[in-house]
């Protein structure tokens, strides 16, 4: 075998091998789409969980529903799901406690994400959560 095609060979060795490490180490493109819609599911609850505070802010009370939340001004808030359009779980709980949910399609609960690091306040299932969350008590002025 001449140096040439050994060369060539050799490379195309290289290469291939780049390839199936690189396909091992990194999840499939369905499975990259799920974790960066998860992400954005976290990242829309946690926008209405500012806006739900800043709104007890104001009001001295929990909103009813989201859809006020999506009525103050200011406050650009997905109405729902990225994915699916399904609106984003909300319930009172008591008078400063509530609960947000969504479907997630990952599973964060028992390691790092992909796509970056999720707070342990976040961290779900594979599957429908809840996360109950409680507006942080005001001094009087």
Same mark, same amino acid.
């Given at each position: 075998?001449?140096?040439g095609? $050994?060369?060539?060979?050799i ?15 990194l ?12 992400a954005?599911?976290v ?6 969980e500012?806006a ?12 009813d ?10 406050w650009?808030l997905?109405p ?8 984003y ?16 399609s990952?599973?964060t ?11 342990d306040?976040?961290?779900?299932g594979?599957s $429908? ?11 009087q002025?």
């Open positions: 075998m001449s140096p095609r $050994r060369l060539v060979v490379a195309s060795v290289v290469v291939g091998a780049t390839l199936v490490a690189a396909i091992a180490v999840d499939s493109p369905p499975r990259q789409r799920e974790q960066r819609l998860d954005r599911r990242q829309d609850l946690q926008q209405h500012n739900i505070a800043a709104y007890h802010a104001g009001h001295k009370a929990l909103p529903d989201l859809a006020a939340l999506r009525a103050m001004p200011g650009n997905a729902g799901d990225p994915e699916t359009g399904a609106p779980g909300y319930e009172v709980l008591g008078e400063r406690s509530y609960r947000l949910c969504a479907k997630f990952t599973d609960a028992a390691a790092e994400a992909p796509y970056g690091p999720v707070v306040a976040w961290k779900h594979a $429908r959560q809840c996360f109950t969350r409680e507006v942080a008590n005001r001094p002025q």
